[in-house]
């Protein structure tokens, strides 16, 4: 089925209006008034506004949509990050955007299609123009090549819709979102040393002492590897997992560790295995400091649903075992490999929470067009889904390594994290820094941590934004 015979249908609309509850705290009703537009209306209020939907434009799955922006103070309503709005889609604007109607409003943009086509991925939909690692690359993106990656503009036209809505309906008052951060660490490798092959840890001794010039870690390394049987080292370099609790808890924060459960690719997946004395021993540690445990399926599982939930059930088997209960599974796919909508369907498959996969890994900024949690929409089947989003907004490699942006460790790389978190503080959304426990190798990325962190206060836990859903009925 193609998502153009789906929208806009009463799924996708009954998706959107799960949306809207989440965003607004109110119970809108979303109506297909014939195909030209959606009506918006409040249950008891003759009032509506109508919202223009253009179907062909974002039933399309390719990166060649036309792109317009507007000036939403030319027209006396406020853009929140204070620049004109991108507006995907748009060709040709009218003017103005927004009229009053006897009724109510008129918005000639589609601006909920926006919200289906970026949230839903629609444009990655069967596309072949991939990198190495099959991924769809951030630089193909629409967002990157109209410069709007990094603006949540889901989330500004949201804040527009927000404003029409609050002048049509003064006395309604809207929810109010907080700012929040929340962190996550991907375990690509638990220890540099403890797990590894002999040949390996020649290697990565050779490696340590020659080109990084650790002498102390290279040297220590056979008595690390030793020690590493019943519990991760101190000295080891990548055993960073008490300090990043204790830097998440100064902060207020909860921390997700994300574990790779299998093994598909020799080369690219970990070196551990959940069931070792040692990664039990950890699991457990995080889990009576508090913070959270989750699955990072491993390298070739992508495609694979039965791979994932495979993998899914080892995890939950081992914390079961180590008397690990969670109220939510979670995570994200090893090296960001996601493939719409088959991983998507795979996740909830494995009966897995959320998901926070989406952001590119060459580019860091809004896949999604938010950066707020949202239910998951299959946009192929048209239907929802049983899993939550949780966009990623910035991967440390993303900013830091040569390989992608290359900023470095110091100011330039501190000022690019600066300024996402401020966009998503600035649509009082969710800051998702996913930064690997091995990335802590100097002192100087212990550093840029903890300054992106300043000032952070956690996410509101998902459970509270579905109370939205069940105050309708
Ligand atoms: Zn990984």
């Known amino acids: 089925m193609n998502a153009r015979k789906t929208w806009p249908s009463r799924a996708v609309l009954d998706w959107l209006e799960h949306l809207l509850a989440e965003r607004y705290g109110h119970a809108f009703s979303l109506q297909d008034s014939g195909g030209a537009s959606v009506r918006l209306s409040l249950p008891g209020s003759p009032a509506a506004i109508e ?16 792109h317009a922006s507007w000036a939403a103070s030319r027209e006396g309503w406020h853009s929140v990050l204070g620049k004109p709005l991108p507006a995907p889609g748009g060709s040709r604007l009218r003017w103005p955007l927004i009229e009053t109607t006897p009724g109510g409003y008129r918005i000639h943009y589609d601006l909920l299609g926006l919200a289906y086509w970026m949230l839903t991925r629609q444009e990655e939909v069967d596309r072949s123009d991939l990198d190495v690692h099959q991924r769809f690359p951030g630089t193909a993106s629409h967002a990157f090549r109209h410069g709007y990656l990094e603006r949540p503009v889901v989330d500004e036209w949201l804040h527009v819709l927000g404003q029409v809505i609050q002048r049509l309906w003064p006395h309604l008052p809207l929810r109010q979102h907080r700012f929040a951060i929340r962190v996550s660490h991907d375990v690509d490798r638990p220890s540099r040393y403890g797990f590894c092959s002999t040949r390996a840890i020649l290697r990565v001794m050779a490696g340590d002492l020659l080109k990084r010039r650790y002498l102390r870690s290279a040297w220590l390394a056979p008595w690390v590897r030793l020690n590493s049987r019943l519990m991760l080292h101190p000295a080891d370099l990548d055993n960073t997992f008490d300090w990043l609790m204790d830097t998440s808890e100064r902060h207020g924060l909860t921390s997700a560790f994300y574990f790779i459960c299998g093994r598909t690719d020799a080369r690219r997946d970990a070196d551990y295995e ?31 649903p039965q791979a994932i939930a495979a993998e899914a059930a080892r995890l939950r088997r081992v914390c079961a075992e180590e ?53 998951a929409f299959d946009p192929v089947a048209g239907r929802p889904l049983k899993l939550r989003i949780r966009p990623l907004i910035a991967m440390e490699e993303t900013i830091l390594e040569p390989l992608y942006m290359g900023l470095g460790r110091g100011e330039e790389a501190l000022r690019k994290f600066a300024e996402l978190r401020e966009r998503c503080q600035a649509v009082s959304g969710c800051f998702t820094l996913l930064w690997h426990n091995s990335m802590f190798d100097t002192q100087a990325e212990r550093t840029l941590y903890q300054q992106i962190l300043q000032g952070a206060a956690p996410c509101v836990p998902p459970a509270r934004a579905a109370t939205v859903r069940l105050s309708r009925a």
């Open 323 to 375: 008397g690990i209960v969670q109220d939510a599974w979670g995570g994200r796919m090893h090296y960001l490999r996601w493939e719409n909508p088959t991983t998507l369907r795979a996740w909830e498959q494995a009966g897995m929470s959320y998901d926070s996969t989406l952001g590119y890994a060459d580019r860091p900024g809004f896949r999604c067009g938010t950066c707020f949690e949202y239910p």
């Open 51 to 66: 919202i223009d939907t253009d179907a062909t434009t974002f039933a399309r799955a390719d990166s060649n949509l036309p």
């Open 274 to 304: 959940p069931e070792h004395p040692a990664i039990r021993e950890l699991l457990r540690r995080i889990h009576a400091r508090g913070h959270e445990i989750g699955l990072h399926p491993s390298y070739a599982t992508y495609q694979r």
